[in-house]
C-alpha cells in the first residue's frame, strides 16, 4: 500500500494582494482602451449642413467678403426705430434717426449680408409707449403706434463690381440704409484707409486717410469739411434720376425738422 502524502502550502497574504492588484491594474486597462476605442476607433457622424441653391448662390456672390459695416440714418426724424435681416436678426434698434444722429456698426465675418431688411418706426403718443425694448419682439419698441413698415432686397443689389474690388484691393463693404417718409433708401460703397500723399520725412502726424470709394444705390450722404458742403448729397427719386439736395446736418443753422431742398446744376 502506497502511502501519499499531500502538502498544503499556506497562501501568501502579500502574493494574494499582489494578484489582486494586478487584476484591478489589468480591469482598468481594459476598460480604458474599450473607452478610447469607443471615443476615436469609431467615426462619428456629423450633421450635414444641406444648403438651398439660394443660400449657394449668395455664397458664391459674397466669398471672401468677411463684415460689413453699416450706416444707418433717416431724411427725417424717425423715433423708435427697429432694423431687423431676413433671419430676424436686429441690425439697428435707434431711439431717434436723422441725417445728423446716424448709427455706425461694424459685423465680423459671422454677419452674414441680408437678404433683405425690414424697418419700422413708431409714433410716439407719451401715454401708451415703454420706453425699454421687448427682448421677445427681437428687441422692438413696446407700445406706440407703427407709422412706417417696409421691407426691401439688399443682397441682391449689391454690384459685383464692388465686390470684386473688395476681394482684390481690400477694404470693407459698408452698407448704408436711410428711413424715408416714402420707403428705405438702400446705398453702398467701399471703406478703405489710404495713404496720405507727398508727405514730409519728418512728418509724424497720421499718414493714412479714410476714403469712401464706389458709392451707389439709391442715395448718397453729402461729404463736409469744416462745416461746409465739398460734395453734395444725392437720392434717385420715383422716376428714377438723381437729384441733388442741399442736406448738410452740419451747418450752424441746421434745422432737421425742415426737409431738405432739391438743387439743380450740380454734377458730380
Known sequence: MTNT??????????????TKRQWLTAAALASSTLLLSAC??????????????????????????YGV??????ANIKEFVSITTDTGAQIDGSGSLSPKNVSNSS???????PVTVRATWKKDPKKDIVHGKDPVNNGGWLGGIIVGDYTVPVAERIPDEVLDYIRKNGGALRLKIRL????????????????????????????????????GGDFCEPKISHGE????????????????????????????????????????
Open 5 to 18: 502524502t499531500q502538502q498544503t502550502t499556506a497562501a501568501n497574504p502579500l502574493t494574494q494582494l499582489s
Open 40 to 65: 476615436y476607433g469609431i467615426p462619428r457622424k456629423h450633421p450635414v449642413v444641406e444648403f438651398t441653391p439660394e443660400q449657394k448662390r449668395w455664397q458664391q456672390k459674397f466669398r471672401g467678403i
Open 69 to 74: 459695416v453699416t450706416r444707418i440714418d433717416a
Open 107 to 113: 459685423y465680423g465675418g459671422g454677419f452674414p449680408i
Open 180 to 215: 424715408h417718409d416714402e420707403g428705405i433708401f438702400i446705398g453702398w460703397d467701399v471703406e478703405r484707409s489710404l495713404p496720405i500723399p507727398n508727405l514730409p520725412r519728418d512728418y509724424s502726424g497720421p499718414k493714412e486717410y479714410h476714403a469712401w470709394l464706389m458709392a
Open 229 to 268: 458742403i465739398i460734395k453734395h448729397a444725392w437720392y434717385i427719386n420715383k422716376q428714377g434720376n438723381k437729384v441733388f439736395t442741399d442736406e448738410n446736418p452740419y451747418a450752424m443753422n441746421y434745422d432737421p425738422t425742415r426737409p431738405v431742398r432739391t438743387i439743380s446744376g450740380v454734377h458730380e
